[in-house]
Each structure stands twice: as C-alpha cells, then as structure tokens.
C-alpha cells in the first residue's frame, strides 16, 4: 500500500521562527490533508489539498502531486502552534485516509 | 456545537468489562470511521462504513465492533476490554461518495482499561 513519510520527527524553535514541514508519499494521489494535533488531543483540519499552494493566516501548503510531496509552511510561530502535524493521503482505491507518523512541533516562548 | 461528537470523553475501566464510544455527527456525510491513536504514533483505523448496510474492517478490528445505527451513527463496543485497548479513540467522517474525501475529526475519547 501507499506509503507516506514526515519530516522532520522532531522540530522545536524560538516563538517568531519560520518552519517547515514535508510529507512524502509513494504512490501518485489525488488529495492530500493536513492536520493539526494540540496539545488536548484535538485533531484540527488545516488544509485539504490535492495539488497547489493554500494559504490561511500564516499558514500554507503546497502540494507537488508530480513529485509526490507536500509542504507545510508555519510563519512566525506562536507557542499555540505546538503539537503533532499529521499529514494523510487515500489508499489505494481511494476508501481511506492513510496517515504519516507525524511531526512533532514545539515552540518555546 | 461540534459537527462530530463523541461519548464518552474520558473513561477508566476495568479488565474484561464491556465498552461502547459512541459518535454522532450533524455533518450529513455518509462515511464514518473509527481510528485509535496510541501515544507517540499515528492514527490507525480501526472500522469504517460508507453508510447504514456498509462495514468494513480497518488495520486492527480484532478486539473490536461496530454499530451503524444510522447515517449520523457509529459507535464502537469494545466486548472485553483488555489494557492495551488504552488508547485515544476518535471518530471521522466524510462525504466524499467517488473517493478518499475531506476527513473531519471528533475531540476523541480517552480510554483508560486498568
């Protein structure tokens, strides 16, 4: 099956940093997401995003389907952007979502 | 209000006893799913079901069952739980009928098997 990798694992900075993070997966897809996990366990969308750039606030993605990877860009960084980033691309017949190990972001003030 | 709600929040239980989360979503999606989050791991799925006749075994269904009671119904019993079903349990869904659409969360129930 499809395989996607994140990286960094593990990411902390200084509040004010730029960051970013990078999902690679296996096989060609049609939609990528993004989500956001803080630190109560609450899982957030941030982006749904098959191929482009999306931006809200200081947040973006970019997904390159051709070369079958995604970034996430974080822009002067809040301490309330800490958590586990996840992205998730479909399976192989498109039934679910398969998800990346997740990285880790920590901004210290 | 949530979109995707799930019951209970939290819950510490014993060996062996019986357990439903359950998870109710206003979003009119037809496609739910169960995912269990282990500490420092990723999310793995658990059931999933693309409407009220349609269930459908995920990565680790072992240990585990599922009830489609309705289009904005889904809940998932644990028959004897044993400790390592302590994990974080959350529910989805989406509406995506031609393939893999956007996934919406809920908070997530917390359970704790001692």
């Known amino acids: 099956g499809i395989q996607v990798e994140q990286s960094p694992p593990d990411l902390i900075l200084q509040e004010g940093a730029n960051s970013t993070l990078r999902c690679n997966f296996s096989?060609?897809?049609?939609?990528l997401q993004w989500f956001h996990q803080n630190p109560w366990g609450q899982l957030i969308n941030l982006f749904y995003?098959?191929?482009g750039t999306k931006q809200n606030g200081r947040l973006s993605a970019t997904t390159v389907a051709t070369e079958r990877y995604s970034l996430l860009y974080i822009s002067s960084s809040q301490t309330t952007d800490s958590g586990v980033y996840f992205c998730?691309?479909?399976?192989?017949?498109?039934?679910?979502?398969?998800f990346g190990q997740g990285t880790r972001l920590t901004i210290n003030p | 209000d949530a979109d995707v709600t799930q019951t209970p929040r939290n819950r510490i239980t014993k060996t062996g006893k019986r357990i439903m989360l359950e998870c109710s979503q206003t979003?009119?999606?037809?496609?739910m799913y169960w995912y269990r989050q282990d500490p420092g791991l990723g999310l793995r799925l658990i059931y999933y079901?693309?409407?009220?006749?349609?269930?459908n075994k995920g990565e680790i269904s072992d240990g585990y069952s599922v009830s489609r009671q309705a289009q904005a119904k889904f809940s998932l019993s644990l028959e004897s739980a044993i400790p390592n079903q302590t994990a974080l349990y959350f529910c989805?869904?989406?509406?995506?009928?031609?393939?893999?659409?956007?996934?919406?969360f809920g908070e997530g129930s917390r359970l704790t098997v001692l």
């Open positions: 096989d060609s897809v049609n939609n």
């Open positions: 995003i098959p191929s």
């Open positions: 079901s693309f409407d009220v006749k349609d269930i």
């Open positions: 979003k009119g999606h037809d496609r």
């Open positions: 998730a691309v479909p399976s192989q017949g498109a039934q679910k979502l398969v």
């Open positions: 989805a869904t989406s509406g995506n009928r031609g393939g893999a659409g956007e996934l919406f």
